[in-house]
């Protein structure tokens, strides 16, 4: 039997793959957006440190530019290094 | 569900948790908080001062209807160990009550934390100092001042106002004897209401 698709809806989904649901910094969950963003995405993504904690990109980068940080990872105190894939 | 509707005349937002779980929970949420959002009192959002970030802003709503929907707000029945004094008329200061852990020297006594939020929060720690009659802590001045290096140089925007309660208490319920620290007079005498974030601490131990 042969038949021909005439027509096909075709859906996706997507989500970030990280270990937490939520931004441990903007408390917001990763599939949204930070708190400064409006659309979800990449324009949003987010940022993998070496110690495997998974942050907004732009929620890190505030932090890492604060005095305070002293380069340390919110979560663990480690030293902060985006893990490069 | 939460349904959302401007207070007329006012700039503010009014969410009433009318229960079942529609909410997004965050972690170690369980099955009976919606009715115990349901019977505190309307969270009402107040007005962010100008000085604050949309980040500090949308940072501490979140906060603010976490704790409302854990039911642990001055209206909550039975009243938790630790609750937030509602409601909240500045975003940039709240007032938290804890309660000294039973079988602890602090059993049964009450305590007022004041925070006070930079327009940066939380990459900013907050100003935690405690009101009224602080307790007796070697790492509490009699100014409320605390020397707890989580608010100053070990913040970490991963901190809350809920977590750093948790810690204050925790570091009242650790210790073996109630005395104010060695230095309180000098200190509290040099400090005349200075913010505690302008002091240089030295953290002794980091075990309490």
């Avoid at chain 1, 995405?41 to 940022?47: I, S, V």
């Avoid at chain 1, 002293?70 to 030293?79: A, F, I, S, Y």
């Avoid at chain 2, 939020?117 to 405690?130: G, N, T």
């Amino acid at each position: 039997m042969r038949c021909r698709i005439t027509r096909a809806r075709l859906v996706a989904a997507w989500t970030w793959n990280a270990n937490d649901d939520l931004c441990g910094i903007c408390r917001l969950p990763f599939d949204g957006t930070c708190n400064a963003c409006k659309t979800p995405g990449d324009d949003c993504p987010l940022a993998l440190g070496e110690c495997r904690h998974a942050f907004h990109l732009h929620c890190i980068l505030k932090w890492l530019s604060s005095e305070t940080s002293r380069n340390h990872c919110p979560l663990c105190r480690q030293e902060w290094q985006f893990q490069q894939r | 569900m939460e349904t959302r509707s401007a207070v007329s005349g006012k700039e503010t937002t009014q969410i009433t948790p009318s229960g079942r779980g529609a909410t997004r929970a965050p972690e170690g949420r369980h099955a009976s908080v919606g009715a115990a959002a349901a019977r505190d009192a309307t969270l009402v959002f107040p007005e962010a001062p100008k000085r604050m970030s949309p980040m500090a802003t949308r940072r501490l709503h979140k906060e603010l209807s976490d704790w409302h929907l854990s039911g642990r707000t001055a209206e909550s029945n039975p009243q938790p160990a630790i609750f937030l004094e509602t409601p909240v008329t500045r975003l940039d200061e709240w007032f938290v009550s804890l309660r000294g852990v039973e079988s602890t020297l602090y059993a049964g006594e009450v305590y007022r934390l004041r925070f006070r939020f930079p327009s940066d929060y939380p990459i900013e720690a907050p100003e935690v100092v405690f009101l009224g009659n602080p307790p007796v802590h070697e790492h509490v001045y009699s100014n409320g001042h605390l020397c707890l290096s989580i608010l100053y140089d070990n913040w970490s925007p991963a901190l809350t106002v809920n977590s750093v309660a948790l810690s204050i208490q925790s570091m009242l319920s650790s210790a073996t004897q109630k005395r104010r620290p060695p230095d309180n007079d000098a200190y509290v005498r040099n400090c005349r209401g200075r913010s505690p974030k302008h002091t240089r601490w030295l953290f002794h131990d980091d075990g309490v």
